[in-house]
């Protein structure tokens, strides 16, 4: 549409007098000061001004964009051989607490065992015993024993 009045408005004879208002004409001259090879000729410029520029555009933004993605696979790396570090680190503390823990939980059921066999010896020991009761006073014991509930015999 534009294109199609731009090609009238040449041959368009002046215009002297425009009703803008009924009743009131207004005094409108129109001159012609492009032509369309002018308006062209400064399109097909400014678009090859435009790519020229979004060409240099699009160059700086690949290049950023390798940038950045080789500085991101760098960082991934060191973060990874970090991560690896560290799992190593924490693997072997883990294996020498097991390690620890495995010797200390030895030493406590060789100990245990060992208080077991003492007591049970110090049992055996205390159960051959006899109490020897001088006669005197084995009449007061009898009835002292007489005298205790059922549940202390």
Known sequence: ILTGLRNELPNIPAIEWMVIQDGVKSPIGIEVHHKAEDLLKIHNELAA??????????????KVKNLVTAENARIAKHNADIQNAAAKTNNDLQVTFETAMKKANEE????????EKERQARIAEVAVMRIDIDPRFQEVVDEFLTKLPDSQE
């Open 49 to 62: 001004a435009h790519r020229e520029y979004e060409q240099k555009v699009n160059y700086f933004k690949a």
């Open 108 to 115: 406590a059921n060789d100990i245990r065992a060992e208080f």
